[in-house]
């Protein structure tokens, strides 16, 4: 095979793969920030102890993280064809990528917000300031840099399994390889699909450290002090604060 009929073979992979890694990310992240948060604040000595509601959640969370992705995919293909309307295909990879992902982010999201510095929760609280501000400006700021390299870890996860799911028709690099550098003895065209998945594999990683490494240095020349300033002035909690004082 020539190179002018492997380019639009590969632009092709190349294009559903970003859309399925793409997609799948943002549903991701979207759904496992809150779900790794929450997994936090019902732990034991959360701000929201539930012991329940935290069993049950993490017992989801590991079932769901511990199913093999051809598997998952298999499972999901009677949800998989309600939501899209059939099960191959780019969109149709999406969704079971997509819930693979969820489970995986939360349990990294999790880790990340158990290292934030528990004396800026209490000096929150000792201000007044409710979960929600907690959260929103305590630990999701503070585990910033944490986030950053759970979602490119997460990002190079869901590369590889989409390159599982086009062996079963999700299309894509991995399809391509498959169909062409498998099935057809391209060999060739089978090795410039695993270079383009390295090089973009490497390219992902490093702008992700890039991005984690400039936050936790900015963080760092910030210094204490102005993560103790978290309450606005006009905020009703910092308001009685100041009157008793």
């Known amino acids: 095979m020539t190179w002018s009929e492997m380019q639009p073979l590969l632009s092709d992979a190349c294009s559903q793969t970003f859309t399925m890694v793409l997609w799948s990310t943002v549903i991701a992240v979207v759904a496992g920030l809150p779900l790794g948060i929450l997994l936090v604040l019902t732990d034991r000595g959360g701000l929201l102890q539930n012991v329940l509601a935290n069993k049950v959640t993490g017992q989801i969370v590991n079932v769901g993280r511990s199913m093999p992705f051809i598997i998952l995919m ?3 293909m009677t949800f998989t064809r309600w939501v899209t309307g059939t099960t191959i295909g780019t969109t149709a990879a999406i969704v079971p990528l997509a819930i693979g992902g969820i489970p995986f982010f939360a ?3 999790e880790t990340a917000v158990r290292e ?3 004396g800026l929760v209490e000096a929150v609280q000792s201000m007044g300031g409710n979960t929600w501000t907690i959260v ?3 630990l999701v700021p503070e585990a910033l840099p944490s986030l950053i390299a759970s979602t490119t870890t997460t990002i190079i996860a869901l590369i590889g399994y989409s390159a599982m799911a086009g062996t079963v028709g999700g299309g894509g690099l991995g399809d391509l390889a498959v169909r062409y550098g498998y099935q057809r003895f391209e060999t060739e065209l089978m090795w410039i699909t695993v270079a383009i998945l390295a090089v973009v594999i490497s390219l992902i990683q490093f702008a992700g450290d890039f991005a984690a490494r400039s ?3 900015r963080g760092a020349r910030s210094g204490p002090a102005p993560k103790l300033r978290l ?4 905020e009703p909690a910092a308001a009685e604060v100041s009157k008793v004082a």
């Not at 309450?231 to 006009?234: E, I, P, S, V």
Request: proline content about 0%; cysteine-free.
């Open 74 to 76: 298999v499972a999901l």
């Open 231 to 234: 309450l606005k002035a006009g």
């Open 215 to 217: 936050l936790h240095r």
């Open 107 to 109: 349990r990294l999201v």
């Open 136 to 138: 929103r400006k305590v």
């Open 116 to 118: 934030v510095d528990q």
